[in-house]
């Protein structure tokens, strides 16, 4: 089926360094999506990304946060500054569709903020 | 926002028995309902949707839709020890993001 392809799958960095995590998604997919899970828990919505525009994020998409795709290649989540409650596993998705289609996932990356 | 609740949280069945998961969603806009598998350390991914009230079978498992309740579930029959599994429940009205419940933990023990 579908990919969506995550890198790197597991990143370590220190608190207060910078980190950018990459996401290629499905080729003719539309709508991007982050999502932070931590141990296994509940998949939390970070924020969605349509045509060059963040469209909706949610409370845990904090000022450090930041989204762009540049000209169709990976979508990225840049967190500049890291905190030590960033640490989780980011899930990248993509969807044809806003609400009505399935979501794919990559096999996510995980981010230890040490 | 969407609020979504699933029960229950864990859930540890004999392999053979039949699994009930329930979601109850709040927005009654809702039209599109599905459930994802999480596999331990490994991406979620789609297992079954819905639009229209009533049941829908594929396989072993079963989706119950009841709108007017604000409810569905997944029901798994014949439950295998490779059905353990975080499962997420995803209501969706066909214009918002996808908000995931908390999730069921299923543990079936051969």
């Known amino acids: 089926g579908p990919k969506v392809l995550q890198i790197p799958s597991h990143q370590i960095i220190d608190m207060g360094q910078m980190v950018t995590l990459n996401c290629d998604p499905v080729?003719?997919?539309?709508?991007f999506y982050w999502y932070k899970q931590i141990l296994g828990q509940q998949m939390e919505f970070l924020v969605n990304f349509y045509n060059g525009k963040v469209m909706e994020k949610s409370k845990l998409f904090k000022d450090q946060f930041s989204v762009e795709r540049p000209d169709g290649s990976y979508f990225t989540l840049k967190i500049q500054p890291t905190a030590l409650e960033d640490s989780a596993v980011y899930f990248c998705a993509s969807s044809s569709d806003r609400g009505q289609n399935t979501l794919y996932f990559g096999a996510g990356t995980r981010l230890s903020v040490l | 926002q969407q609020k979504v609740q699933q029960s229950p949280e864990s859930l540890i069945v004999p392999e053979g028995a039949m699994t009930s998961l329930n979601c109850t969603f709040s927005?009654?806009?809702?039209?599109?309902f599905a459930w994802y598998r999480q596999h331990s350390g490994k991406a979620p991914k789609a297992l079954m949707s819905i639009f229209s009230n009533g049941e829908k079978e594929e396989g072993r498992f079963t989706i119950h839709l009841n709108k007017a309740s604000l409810h569905f579930s997944l029901h798994i029959r014949d439950s295998q020890p490779s059905d353990s599994a975080l499962y997420l429940c995803a209501p969706n009205t066909g214009y918002q993001n996808f908000y995931f419940g908390k999730g069921t933990s299923l543990t079936v023990i051969p």
């Open positions: 927005d009654s806009a809702s039209q599109y």
């Open positions: 080729s003719n997919h539309l709508y």
